[in-house]
C-alpha cells in the first residue's frame, strides 16, 4: 500500500466518521445502533492484502479514537483494529477473493464487527474500564451486527469501486 | 518473496502495535492527548451535526414507527375523525411542536426548583461503536455551559456534562455504566447511589444498613459540593423492583428513570442552583386516576306487556358499571 492510497484512504475513513458521528447515530435503530463506520472499515480491511490491511486497521483505529463520545483511552481502538486487520488479512489469505463471494463477504463482515466489539469489550476489562451491564453489551453487539449483515451487500459494490479507483497500476499488478 | 512479505507485516504490526500501547500509556498517566483532540474533533464536528440534525429529526425515529406499525393500525378510525377537526387547525411544525411541548416542561420544572438553565437542543448521540451513553448539545461555554454542570429534561435529571467548546458539549447520560450519583429517598431521606446499567434500569445502592427500600420510592439527587456536578433536589427515578436478599451488607433495588432518555430532543444545562435546596417538592406527582361511572337510564321498551300501565311500572334497579380510565 502506498502513502498516497494511504492518505486517500485516511481521507474517505474521515468523510464516513463524520457520517456516523452526525447522521447516522441520529437514527434510533431497534435493539442497538449500527456502526456504518466499522462495517465499512473492515470491508475495506477484508478486501486488502495483509499489510495493507494492518495499515488500514491503524489508520481507522486512530480515526475512532477522535470520537468525541468515546471514554477509552485514546489508541485503544488503533490497537484494537490493528491486530482485527492482522487477523483478518489473514483468514481472508484461506478464504480466497471476496469480490466472488459476496455472500462470505457479508458473513464475515458481520462477525467480524461483532468480534470486534467483543475484544474493544476485553480490552476494556484488561484497562479496568467499566462496560456496563453484560446483557446490554451482548443486545449492542448483537443488534450491530444484525445491522451490519443488512446493509452490508449494499456497502459492498461501493468499497470494490472505491478500491480499484485507487489502486494504481503497479499495485495492481 | 512471500516471507520477505511477511516479515514486513510482521514488523510493521509489532510497530504499530507498539505505537498504539504507547499512545494509551500516556493516555492513562494523565497526558492529555485524547482531551485535546477529541476536543478539536467536537468543535469540527457541532456545525455538521446541527446541519443533520434538522434532516434527520424527522426521520430520526423511523424504525421505532415502523416497529408500532400494527399499534397504530387500531388507532387509525379515531385519527380519521381527528384529521378533519386537524385540517381546520393552523398547521404547525409538528417536530417543533415536539420541541416547545418539552421546553416548556424542562422549564417548568426548572422554574419550580428555582435553578436558572441554559436550553440546548440535542444535535447528537453517542456512536454506536463506544459503548458510551452520550449526547451532543448545541449549547456550549458561549452560552455559559460548563464542564460538570447537571443537565435536566422536563422529567428529571438526565445528565452531566462531560467536555464543552465554545457552540456545543457532550453531555454523558445517566444510563452510562460509568455514572454514578448520590440520591435520597423522598420521604424517609434514606441516602444511596445509583448506578447507571446501559439501560433506563438503574441500580440503588443504600449507605445506610439499616434503610429500607419500598417499592415506587422516589428518589431524588443529593447534591454534590458546590452544586458540581450534581444539584440536589431533582428527580432521579423511582423503586421497581427491591432486593430482599440478604447477601448484600446494605439493601440493593432496580430503579426506573423518571427521563426518557430515548427520546432526548430538547434539555437544559443547570447553570446556577437554587438558593435553597428544594427538598422533596420536585418530587412528580403521578396522574390521578380518572373513575368514570356511567349510568344506564331504562328506556320505555315498545314490547312492554299491556297490561300493565306506566305508572304500575316497577322501576328495574340501575345497573351501574365502573370503568378505569
Redesign the interface.
Known amino acids: 500500500m502506498s502513502w498516497a492510497r494511504a492518505g486517500l484512504f485516511a481521507a474517505f475513513l474521515f468523510v464516513v466518521f ?1 457520517l ?11 435493539i ?4 456504518l ?2 462495517a465499512v472499515l473492515l470491508g475495506l480491511m477484508s478486501l486488502e ?3 495493507g490491511a ?2 488500514l ?2 489508520i481507522g ?1 486512530l480515526i ?13 481502538w ?2 484494537i483494529l ?2 482485527v486487520g ?1 487477523v483478518f ?1 489473514t483468514n481472508r489469505e484461506s478464504i480466497g477473493d471476496f469480490t466472488e463471494r459476496p455472500g462470505s463477504f457479508v458473513i464475515f463482515i458481520s462477525i467480524g464487527s461483532a468480534l470486534t ?1 467483543v475484544v ?2 476485553c480490552f ?1 476489562v484488561l ?1 479496568g ?5 453484560f446483557g ?2 451482548m443486545l ?1 453487539i448483537f ?2 451486527s444484525l445491522w451490519t449483515l443488512l446493509f452490508a451487500p449494499i456497502l459492498l459494490p461501493g468499497l470494490v469501486k472505491w478500491r480499484s479507483i485507487t489502486v494504481n497500476a503497479r499495485e495492481r499488478a | 518473496m512471500a516471507a520477505s512479505g511477511n516479515n514486513r507485516s510482521r514488523l510493521l504490526l509489532v510497530i504499530l502495535l507498539v505505537t498504539a500501547l504507547f499512545l494509551i500509556t500516556l493516555d492513562l498517566r494523565g497526558i492529555n492527548i485524547a482531551k485535546n483532540s477529541r476536543s478539536a474533533t467536537q468543535t469540527f464536528l457541532a456545525p455538521v451535526q446541527r446541519g443533520f440534525s434538522d434532516f434527520f429529526s424527522p426521520v430520526g425515529n423511523f424504525f421505532s414507527d415502523v416497529k408500532n406499525f400494527g399499534r397504530a393500525k387500531a388507532q387509525i378510525t379515531d385519527l380519521e375523525k381527528e384529521n378533519a377537526k386537524l385540517k381546520n387547525q393552523l398547521v404547525v411544525n409538528a417536530d417543533v411542536k415536539g420541541q416547545l411541548t418539552k421546553l416548556k416542561g424542562v422549564l417548568n420544572l426548572a422554574g419550580r426548583g428555582g435553578y436558572k438553565v441554559v436550553s440546548a437542543r440535542v444535535i447528537g448521540q453517542g456512536s454506536a461503536s463506544t459503548f458510551s451513553q452520550t449526547i451532543t448539545i448545541d449549547a456550549g461555554s458561549n452560552d455559559g455551559v460548563q464542564k460538570d454542570m447537571t443537565v435536566i429534561n422536563e422529567s428529571g435529571i438526565v445528565g452531566v456534562v462531560k467536555s464543552v467548546t465554545g457552540s456545543s458539549a457532550i453531555v454523558i447520560l445517566m444510563s452510562d455504566p460509568t455514572f454514578r450519583i448520590g440520591v435520597r429517598i423522598a420521604g424517609t431521606q434514606t441516602v444511596g447511589i445509583l448506578l447507571g446499567q446501559g439501560s433506563n434500569r438503574y441500580t440503588l445502592q443504600l449507605l445506610d444498613p439499616a434503610g429500607t427500600i419500598k417499592f415506587g420510592d422516589a428518589l431524588l439527587s443529593l447534591g454534590s459540593d458546590n452544586n458540581h456536578p450534581f444539584v440536589p433536589g431533582l428527580p432521579v427515578g423511582s423503586v421497581s423492583f427491591v432486593d430482599h436478599s440478604n447477601s448484600a451488607l446494605t439493601q440493593t433495588a432496580s430503579v426506573t428513570g423518571y427521563a426518557n432518555l430515548n427520546s432526548l430532543g430538547v434539555v437544559s444545562v443547570i447553570t446556577t442552583a437554587a438558593k435553597q435546596d428544594p427538598k422533596d417538592s420536585l418530587v412528580p406527582v403521578p396522574d390521578p386516576i380518572k373513575t368514570i361511572y356511567v349510568t344506564a337510564t331504562p328506556v320505555p321498551s315498545a314490547s312492554a306487556s299491556p297490561n300493565s300501565s306506566p305508572g304500575s311500572a316497577t322501576p328495574k334497579p340501575s345497573p351501574t358499571s365502573k370503568g378505569k380510565k
Do not use: R
Open positions: 463524520i456516523q458521528e452526525a447522521a447516522i447515530s441520529k437514527i434510533n435503530f431497534p442497538s445502533g449500527f456502526s463506520y466499522l492484502d495483509k499489510f494492518i495499515v486497521g491503524f483505529g475512532l479514537d477522535f470520537s468525541p463520545s468515546s471514554d477509552a483511552p485514546f489508541g485503544k488503533a490497537l490493528t491486530l492482522y488479512a466489539l474493544f469489550l476494556g484497562l474500564e467499566n462496560n456496563g451491564a446490554t453489551n449492542t443488534g450491530n
